[in-house]
RNA sequence: GCGGGCGUGGUGGAAUUGGUAGACACGCCAGAUUUAGGAUCUGGUGGCUUCGGCCGUGGGGGUUCGAGUCCCUUCGCCCGCACCA
């Protein structure tokens, strides 16, 4: 039996795409343009099944655009800088520069075998000094602007190899190479000042109607706009009073205790003539950076001996407390407790003997029983044991106390938002070089633009102890710009995040001596869809938005959002194996023995199968997409991808699935190979049996849905449409003369729908049904009004809401004669049983249900 | 702890505004066929059934002529995170 050649088929088909030039695009086209961008890779050297998904789902969207006239923009390039990079020098040997050059090459070569409608003419990588010199231009315009800033800042210390460690390499609190202890560090860096554009980058989400709305949620919660107000207390014996940011001033009545957090200055200074505090300290600077792990960690406080006066209650003392869960990076770093109504804050109380006055009454209580137990009370209410405040409800208390402490000079309204300026400095060789000059006589000099790009040095050592690009013996000493003095470079290298923050402006005009052109990022931006992994929900995302801002700012550009549609895709999982001490298991040394046991082939020990997870290294679940692209074909792993599931949830990886969908290709393959009918110009004039007329609706209907689907990212469901349209197919007899120019429309149309998912089959059946064009190019077929609705249409009859029986009827059949019908049924007659109809309702074209 | 989601056959998943639950597949069962393949084709496939029907969308309750869909409640799972004062 015939099979689908894919193998020649496919690598064809991919020679003609590229000898014709068939998806670089020109910029001087009238057509509309549109932007198809996926999140560029990382060149680890290794195509991954994730980005088969992306880049198969992106793929769909160009090609089907391409389809629909627009002159489409798919650019690629490489997000080329970053550590692993580092690290595999550390460990192989091999330069950063001299490993990422070669992994994109690799890497090409997989990406030409899956067959992407991608440009390849604007390919570039982020490593390149071509594109990190308009990012030092941009860090200098940034900077002129007031947007860039040095301040003091918290980093993993690694004592042992003296480097700065990201969050990933402190594992259970030790350097993850040295084993030590990490110590937080307080370093000088760069900082970003993204909190300029907080409200901006908060309000204008709502804009953003082609972004998930979980997204927006998510970056939403994150910028974290809180309305609230500072507060100064007094402080007994001392002149400086203790300023806190309270979203709840309507409490401050109940307010029982202060806390500060340990890196507060205050703690600092106390710290310094008390080792018992200094030691408490030292404690809360053991738990991990992240906010996660101060979550964890138990909820501990030191008595400072400080006592503090409430500006509303002038003979009350409170305590300060030293509170390992108050953060100074958020409002002042020192909060009052009122334990009546916050939780956290009622835990703290209950823990060190502080007493607990509530303020807010709930609706429907007696003041005199009310009383606060395990559970702070959060809710609404009126306020009590306030004074001036009883009575109130809670925003008009917020809304007097503010009043009031305004005129009492003691505090006044504030808005505060979570989200924190963007740190860049990073202590590492693999990035983008910062272009400054630290000079003795005149400070922080910037390297004028002339001299870009700041060049990293190619001879380096790294695997040695500090920070590589300091350490080099010759790189950093440079003239100071201004004086002409001996002068040292920044020796700290840029957050690869600023490298990704605007690669699609390059992409526009990727050989520009300026950062991007003008008139091309006019003409193209913002990308119309871009695709990507949840897990950059906010980051990279919110960066990009600020960047754009920034740019604007500095009169580089017009527009603010990078992203008008967002598409973010789920993962890719596999089913993982562990043995009975919980390590995983590869695949490969384990036995099915039975329906739902298995065993270590090695040793016959008993294996648990997980349940599926994201495909990981280390969860030895991943399959590489290489073999099965070298088994099946590009098209088959494409189809799988975008069949059953839907795009934007996790996809589980199965062999019967990649199986499934190569042996479709080939059902598909012998459809057209059972002969094809000669070319018909057109099935209009032509009179039609009813079996041509009923083919004819259906392959009319199908290009409807499917178009839908897509438009919609529907895939899985356009998928199963056009299995249906091909099933439908199978069935007709070719020997009918009178069915042969409906089924040429049909299998043109079916093609057709088909290319933006399985593109070289498209092709390779376009050429058998005779065009000796490309399909790559050709027009979506449009789906004619006329052919989509039926004469006849399907009624279904309920008695008292149960489905008895269907009724064929004519189209536009009225609510009587439906009934009338319904009545003659043998089962609705059943199933009334002879008792009164009270009532029918009848819904056109649905549903008839008689209720008795 | 907070926030956002999701629970539908053996499996992945379909199901307009509330209107025929299970499309399309995977798997399985039966049969056909063969150039014994990574086959292919035909039929069947939610459960129970006295063959009339009955029960079925995590559980319980409600609204409705009618609920997978709306409301309340409860259980389970997943994702994100920032103790946000």
Redesign the pocket.
Known sequence: ?S?YPFKDAEARWQQVWAERKAFEVADDDDRPSYYVLEMFPYPSGLLHMGHVRNYTLGDVVARYKMARGFKVMHPMGWDAFGLPAENAAITKGIHPAESTYGNIEAMKKQFASLGLSLDWSREFATCDPSYYRHQQAMFLDFLEAGLVYRKESSVNWDPVDHTVLANEQVVDGRGWRSGAVVQRRKLAQWFFKVTEFADDLLEALDGLDRWP??VR??Q?????R?E?ALVRFAIDDRDDPLE??????D?LFGASFM?I?PDHPLAAELAESSPELQAFIAECAK?GT???????????GYDTGLRCINPLIPDQRLPIYV????????????????PGH????L?FARKYGRPVTPVVLPPDTDPETFEIGAEAYVGDGKIFNSEFLDGLDVPTAKRTVIQHLEELSVGEGKI???LRDWGVSRQRYWGCPIPIVNCPSCGIVPVPKEQLPVELPKDIELGKVGNPLDRHPTWKHVACPKCGGAAVRETDTLDTFVDSSWYFLRFCSPRSDQPFDRDKVERWMPVDQYIGG??H???HLLYSRFFCRALKRCGHLDIEEPFAGLFTQ??VCHKTFRDDDGQWLNPEEVEQTGENSWKVIADGRAVTVG?S??MSKSKLNVVDPGP?ID??GAD?ARLFML????PE????W???????????L??LW?LFAAGTPANADSTEALDLSDEAAALKRAVHKTIHAVTD?IEKF?F??A??????L??RL??VDRNDPAMAPVMREALEALVKLMSPMVPHLAEELWQRLGHDQLLTGTPWPESDPAWLTEDV????V?V?????A?LELPKGVDKETAEAAALED??VR??IGGKAVR?V?F?PG??L?I?I
Not at 220 to 224: C, E, N, S, V
Not at 290 to 300: G, P, R
């Open positions: 039996m099979r709305d979980k949620i998510m939403g919660r994150w910028i974290g809180s609230g806190v940011f309270t979203t709840r001033p409490t806390a957090a738990t992240s906010e996660e792990a101060i979550e964890q960690a138990e909820k501990l509170a390992n869960f108050v953060l100074m990076d958020y409002g002042t770093g020192a909060i009052f407790g009122c916050d939780q956290r804050d835990d505060t938002f979570r949840v897990e929900a906010v980051l789920g993962m349940r997870e994201k099965t088994a099946y088959a069949s059953d599931s839907p949830r996790d996809l589980e199965t062999e019967a699935g990649i199986d499934g969908a190569w042996r479709y080939n059902r012998r689907e529907h899985n469901k998928v199963a449409l056009i299995r249906e091909s099933n199978e069935t249409i399907t009624i279904a309920q008292m809401g149960k489905l008895r269907t043998e089962n059943r199933a009532r309702i819904v649905k549903i249900n209720v």
